[in-house]
């Protein structure tokens, strides 16, 4: 396969052109030569060297070009276009809405991962049994993103307003619609919590717009063209506002897919075209606005006290019946963005997947033999945790405990670029820093120096070394120096790295029982978040 | 002219089709029958009158059509493309920065306006002597709009920190970039508030992006073209975030012009494309990159304590000088928004707009005879302001009895849609409303009322009307009844619609000396924010 040489050479791991916690480079695309070439490149042992005429050298795992091909199987985009979404009907909800207790959702992951995956596929998720009270929502919307400040405020309440500045604050019924187009940004999230709602009426409705837009595009394709294709002046303004946004109602990315759908004729303003394309705008307007209202495509359900919908603003359209005054009905909404929800979502799923790789290679690579103790890796590291434990340490020395040898695995499943040296120590750190804190990096990082700190000042200690540990002891420096030893202890971490240490050097006892790295887990996760 | 059925009732400006308040429209498109069509349309009075197939009837301005056709003189879209936009390189500054004192700024609505038109038309201006204090910059940010929370809070500091998660968080130079491309939305507007910069070096570079996009459009139309249409997957992970967005460098609107620029490779991720598209794609990048380094086209300067930055972060991009360690630089930056920055312009300017013309109604129209009275309509209102003033009566009060009888002008200046009716008092209170709070328009609405009540509860008050004043008491009901009385007194705005009917009736004096509109036009200015 050609490679694209600049492409190449801007996707360069190595620790000089990119921070290896952020993945953020460290170069400009400036700062490469204009006449940038591979000078040689050699494959082997899954390694892809690469010389460039600048001298630089890289060193791409063997795959990673073709991993990275076009078509290839990589992440789906930024999970904003139709593209691995679930574009819905009524009829798909049958069997019951994406929903979860607002306690579950709280205390576990998983279910939190859920509910944000809920609203990523299918544009919604309903949180049930949040606390009924005011300026709740604004935490939900925080437990996983930001809130995004409006005209209408940090949050709004939807009720009967007796000089509402819109349709929402009265009890009329309210058309499939997309809050706030005349914002750009436009609010990509809406939450809707309800407080109350004993009156007769009020129920509310959700209309897939991807769905609706594919409809559009099957049934009339010119149609679909045109409103993706004329700007429409989105207006709103009142005594202290006065907000204004040029967008199509329906935006596609460059490859055509369905990307953001505004919809809402109480603020579309004047467009000025020619008479013609008037026509044809409004002609497709309509047949789009009749689809949105089709009821096969309109979920209906109520809300009650507790609930708290939270919706994709740029994907689906929201409705309520009209409600008769003999009850009150009462919500609180806000605003925040699906990039802050994606992100959330990606960060759980990445560490439930990190905490997948660590069970594996417990259960796996971690069977292993032990640098020539009568234990696995596995055992080791296992007995090392449950020593923490039973003595009574805290979470993050039982963590550290569990996983200091962690660096010792070869990497098939951590995927360590440079986790080949014999620096255990450091780059199971470094690995672990993608998961958790100092807390518990720290410990791990020093815990080899700990062992060179403990031989030398405390004369017993090493006699109490295993066979295989004096003999590493020799490759790793030997006991500290006085003044090594001074710098040591000046270490933020150390005196958890001497704890670490300890249960390190007992925890090499053949056949002793242990519990499973399962049991680790919840402790693990409440560490990572 | 042939006229767009839909569009012209659309826009149907009566007040059955659209709230007066916000115009926020009162029905859906789907509202409207299949075979719409005008039955008959006439024009005359300066209206154009549209009968319709459905019955209803609408009443435009009868330029109304020919001021919104295809070109017209309209306002310019959102403001967001580079249309209507100073694309600048660093000799435009010659002369100096867009910069106002923040003192100033708060003070006077005009330097607001001319700060904020400064970051809409060359995206960028500079408050001075902003308080330097720690979360000073937020107050910045609310004068104009709402703080934009990110993954890096609130607020961020801008300073080296001892393990940073950005290069902006070092003493590195930094190249010109904007900020968080991988949020979709990505804030629109930055803000970096200076607190303390006494360190050799690290001073502040913009450079126009729209421009630098311009430049390569002339210089190689198809590398732009390019540039548009390659979505590029922008990435940024560290322990607790993983944002993706896949965003084109520069973004167009359908009508091809400059509407965004993202520009940051150290978040750039791996693009999947073939090859050739590969090299295209980094061909045209590279030369992009080149062109933000022109050196004419970056704007240098140095922050010092209390300045405060404000710039479009979807068009400038900012950069740095590297600095030395010998002395303190510490920024406070945050994000916000662009559209309620030009909403809060638009309000500014709108408010002046409607000051300036009741001036000149005072200064034209009001010159005329007021209803047999024998002073003129401006003199009778100046009077009853005057009068309010000279009472000490509190600033809605004056406001109130300056303008109570503004229903009057037949609406050259304000164009009343329903200004032609003898109900003055509600004509003038409603269009008061869109600038003014009730505590003034409640007393001009009332004005009528309270003379009717007067004339009820008090008949000395009847004995000294004028005799104009007398003859228009029948025509506005007589007296009223003592139920009707008793309805008046419990209305909120009762009593201070007494007052200034009690000066009302009083401003009647020929040939009073009075002052000028411009002297209440602080007072007016004040009550409007």
Redesign the interface.
């Known amino acids: ?4 040489a ?2 190449l050479r ?2 360069c791991p190595c620790a000089e052109c990119r ?1 290896p ?10 700062d ?1 030569p ?1 006449d940038l070439a591979i000078v040689a490149q050699r494959e082997g042992e899954g390694v892809l060297e690469v010389h460039w005429s600048d001298g630089h050298r890289s060193a791409y795992p063997a795959e990673w070009p073709d991993e ?5 199987e ?2 789906e ?4 276009t139709e593209q691995g979404k679930r574009l819905w009907t009524a009829a798909d909800f049958a069997g019951g809405l994406p929903e979860a207790d607002w306690a579950t959702y709280l205390a576990d992951s998983g279910e939190r991962a859920a509910v944000l995956a809920a609203v990523q596929r299918s544009g919604f998720a309903l949180l049930r049994d949040v606390p009924a009270v005011e300026r709740q929502v604004l935490e939900v919307a925080r437990s996983f993103g ?6 209408y405020g940090e949050l709004f309440d939807v009720r009967v307003e007796p000089d509402p ?3 929402a604050f009265t009890s009329a019924a309210i ?1 499939p619609h997309t809050d706030n187009p005349y ?4 609010p ?1 999230l809406q939450l809707l919590h309800c407080l109350r709602n004993d009156s007769t009426g009020g129920d509310s409705g959700l209309v897939d717009g991807f769905r609706a837009a594919a409809v559009l595009r099957e049934e009339a394709p010119e149609d679909f063209a045109v409103l993706t ?3 429409v ?1 989105f ?12 967008r ?1 109602l329906i935006e596609v ?3 055509g897919r369905i990307r953001e759908v505004r919809f809402n ?11 013609e ?3 044809a ?3 497709a ?2 047949r789009f ?2 689809i949105t ?1 089709r009821p096969e495509l309109r979920l209906t359900f109520r809300l009650g006290p507790g609930d708290c919908l939270i919706f994709d603003n740029v994907r689906l359209l929201h409705a309520r019946t009209a409600f008769e005054q003999d009850g009150h009905r009462h919500l609180q909404g806000c605003y925040a ?4 929800l ?2 959330s979502l ?2 759980l799923n ?1 560490r439930a997947g990190a905490l997948d790789a660590l069970e594996e290679l417990f259960e796996g690579e971690g069977l292993g033999e032990y640098l020539g103790e009568a234990v696995t890796m596995a055992e080791h590291m296992l007995q090392a945790g449950a020593l923490a434990e039973a003595a009574g340490a805290s979470d993050h020395l039982v963590a550290a405990s569990l996983l200091h040898d962690v660096g010792h695995f070869d990497g098939s499943g951590l995927k360590l670029m440079q986790g080949r040296d014999n620096r255990h120590s450091h780059t199971g750190a470094d690995w672990l ?5 100092p807390e518990v990096t720290e410990p791990v990082r020093l815990h080899v120096a700990a062992k060179r700190y403990l031989c030398a000042v405390e004369p017993s200690y090493r006699a109490g070394l295993s066979e295989a540990s004096e003999y590493t002891l020799q490759v790793q420096g030997g006991p500290m120096e006085a003044d090594e030893a001074a710098a040591f202890t000046a270490h933020p971490g150390a005196e958890d790295a001497v704890a670490v240490r300890r249960w390190d050097d007992q925890a090499k006892v053949a056949g002793a029982p242990t519990p499973a790295f399962a049991h680790f887990r919840p402790l693990l996760e409440r560490l990572m978040s």
Chains 1, 2 share one sequence.
């Open positions: 396969m050609a490679l694209s600049y492409w801007d996707n921070d916690r952020n993945g953020q480079k460290l170069f400009q695309i400036t490469l204009g990275r091909a076009e078509g290839s990589g992440p985009g930024d999970g904003r930001y809130v995004r400040e409006t005209n500045n819109n349709l058309a914002r750009d940004p436009v990509t294709r004329t700007p002046p207006v709103f303004r009142d005594r202290t506002t006065e907000l204004r946004a040029e199509p990315d460059a490859a004729n109480r603020s579309i303003g004047t467009l000025r075209l020619p008479a394309q008037l026509d705008f409004y002609a307007y309509r606005a009749r209202l963005d699906l990039d802050s994606a992100s990606a960060v990445r820093a993608r998961w958790f804190g």
